[in-house]
Nanobody, 121 residues
């Protein structure tokens, strides 16, 4: 099986910074795209940013220039550096990864349990 575990969430004042981590573990053969999603209360889950296995990135307009996604393929870990945080960034942040398990031909998407980020004004 595969597990994704997020860490690094918390409470921060507007204008502050946080760094989230997402560690993947289990019988992993390879990981393709890795993503950060977020879901604010009463809203749909939205894609925040994506990073490919080759390091190409894409960002939602709302976070571009403030958030930076990165990954360490040797550690099967992804990071999200969040700066200039705003109250509207408050949400549960989820990591998501496209994983091929050892001995399995097809890829599957896995989710972490989520980590709360709260930005106070």
């Amino acid at each position: 099986q595969v597990q994704l575990v997020e860490s690094g969430g918390g409470l921060v004042q507007a204008g502050g910074s946080l760094r989230l981590s997402c560690a993947a573990s289990g019988s992993i053969a390879s990981i393709n795209d890795m993503n950060w999603y977020r879901q604010a209360p009463g809203k749909k889950r939205e894609l925040v940013t994506t990073i490919t296995s080759g390091g190409n990135t894409n960002y939602a307009d709302s976070v571009r220039g403030r958030f930076t996604i990165s990954r360490d393929n040797a550690k099967n870990t992804m990071y999200l550096q969040m700066s200039s945080l705003k109250p509207e960034d408050t949400a549960v942040y989820y990591c998501n990864a496209d994983v091929r398990r050892v001995g399995v031909f097809i890829r599957s998407k896995y989710w972490g349990q989520g980590t709360q980020v709260t930005v106070s004004s």
